[in-house]
């Protein structure tokens, strides 16, 4: 029922910067945290960062330093500044939003957008 939209992958060269942004169009729900996944090829799913509707952010422990999650809730979008990024960072990431609608808990995938970065 909730859509997610990204946008801002591509090819940068180690050392360079991407923002990735996330939007979730309508009205009908209430998003209560926002977050970003990635997963390499031959790896799992992992976590990256994640920030809730108060904007208290968590990182993995493999971007602190180096990324930054911000939100604006009034029009529901996400957004990850990604910094000094690295060949290691290269992966699809995933947006992630968990909420409610109509009072039942919802947890939507956005469709995935490729980050690579070149060495």
């Known amino acids: 029922q909730v859509r997610l939209v990204e946008s801002g992958g591509g090819l940068v060269q180690a050392g360079g910067s991407l923002r990735l942004s996330c939007a979730a169009p309508?009205?009908?729900?209430?998003?209560?945290?926002m977050g970003w996944y990635r997963q390499a090829p031959g790896k799992q799913r992992e976590f990256v960062a994640a920030?809730?509707?108060?904007?208290?952010?968590t990182y993995a422990d493999s971007v602190k330093g180096r990324f930054t999650i911000s939100r604006d809730n009034a029009e529901n979008t996400a957004s990850l500044q990604m910094d000094s990024l690295k060949p290691e960072d290269t992966a699809v990431y995933y947006c992630?939003?968990?909420?409610?609608?109509?009072?039942?808990?919802?947890?939507?995938w956005g469709q995935g957008t490729q980050v690579t970065v070149s060495s």
């Open positions: 992630n939003a968990v909420g409610t609608v109509a009072a039942r808990p919802f947890g939507s």
């Open positions: 309508g009205s009908f729900f209430k998003i209560n945290a």
């Open positions: 920030i809730t509707s108060d904007s208290t952010a």
